[in-house]
């Protein structure tokens, strides 16, 4: 099982960025996919998560309006658009794999290695 986070990188407050996630090894479609973000010093928290079929997604508060995600079963991935992007939301973002929909980083079973977001004032 893999999945591969990438997109991440330097970007101003207000910028954008697309984070992609790609996944093997697994049936991809099966599963719930969520993205999670760790910032230094803090816990793991939840991002947004998107049902098997792409039907229903889920956001924090925190990132509600701002972020959207979206997967492609074809493809094998699932993306995060980030948008006005604020200094806080700086953190490593994970991509990860359940088998039903949950907030709770314990419920997910597959995760990628992380990819680092730094949002500069």
């Known amino acids: 099982v893999q999945l591969q986070a990438s997109g991440g990188g330097l970007v101003q407050a207000g910028g954008s960025l697309r984070l992609s996630c790609a996944a093997s090894g697994f049936t991809f479609s099966g599963y719930v996919m969520g993205w999670f973000r760790q910032a230094p010093g803090k816990e793991r928290e939840f991002v947004a998560a998107i049902s098997w079929n792409g039907g229903s997604a889920f956001y924090a508060d925190s990132v509600k309006g701002r972020f959207t995600v979206s997967r492609d079963n074809a493809k094998n991935a699932v993306y995060l658009q980030m948008n006005s992007l604020k200094p806080e939301d700086t953190a490593v973002y994970y991509c990860?794999?359940?088998?039903?929909?949950?907030?709770?980083?314990?419920?997910?079973?597959?995760w990628g290695q992380g990819t680092l977001v730094t949002v500069s004032s």
């Open positions: 990860a794999a359940a088998t039903r929909v949950v907030r709770d980083s314990g419920g997910y079973v597959y």
